[in-house]
T-cell receptor, first 112, second 113 residues
């Protein structure tokens, strides 16, 4: 059964730092991987989608990479800002292509 | 303005009551999903629907029911058989099943009194 793990569970950094969030999954047979942002009490905002054939995707200060063979993805945030403070969730769609399987998230706090 | 709406934002249920959570999308998406989120846990799939008049159970379907009579609507009923329904419920949709990008609504927080 596919399992998704995110490390660390929480991260605090000063404004301006570059940072990396990690996501690992146990079964490399995935359709795609999606990174989300969740603010407290809110729904999920899709940040980046990486198809299984892709190695990375970029959007603004965000860059996500995917290494299927090792079962890992990283989300790189450049020049962090206090507005980046949120919980970041990683999720994969398995080969059955039905629904997302989520990690528990990394809660990021960026101080000014 | 395209998107997914969920109502109500907050819902309170007495023990033994059934309640229905609304999810509507105007994105013309075929696939819709219901997830449950508990503190400290990842989101878990309750039900999903790939097309109108069809739906499938997810990992934690017991105590829940759904219908998909219209493409844009996928309501979730939390029945009295669900023993621990207090949670944050999130609805999502994608253009089609099979691994396309999923978009989420704002969520409904259900509390059992």
């Amino acid at each position: 059964k596919q399992e998704v793990t995110q490390i660390p569970a929480a991260l605090s950094v000063p404004e301006g730092e570059n940072l990396v969030l990690n996501c690992s999954f146990t079964d490399s047979a995935i359709y795609n991987l999606q990174w989300f942002r969740q603010d407290p009490g809110k729904g999920l905002t899709s940040l980046l989608l990486i198809q299984s054939s892709q190695r990375e995707q970029t959007s603004g200060r965000l860059n996500a990479s995917l290494d299927k063979s090792s079962g890992r993805s990283t989300l790189y945030i450049a020049a962090s800002q206090p507005g980046d403070s949120a919980t970041y969730l990683c999720a994969v769609v398995d080969q059955a292509g039905t629904a997302l399987i989520f990690g528990k998230g990394t809660t990021l706090s960026v101080s000014s | 303005d395209g998107g997914i709406t969920q109502s109500p934002k907050y819902l309170f249920r007495k023990e033994g009551q059934n309640v229905t959570l609304s999810c509507e999308q105007n994105l013309n998406h075929d696939a819709m999903y219901w997830y449950r989120q508990d503190p400290g846990q990842g989101l878990r799939l309750i039900y999903y629907s790939q097309i109108v008049n069809d739906f499938q159970k997810g990992d934690i379907a017991e105590g829940y029911s759904v219908s998909r009579e219209k493409k844009e609507s996928f309501p979730l009923t939390v029945t009295s058989a669900q023993k621990n329904p207090t949670a944050f419920y999130l609805c999502a949709s994608s253009i089609s099943p099979g691994g396309h990008e999923q978009f989420f609504g704002p969520g409904t927080r259900l509390t059992v009194l």
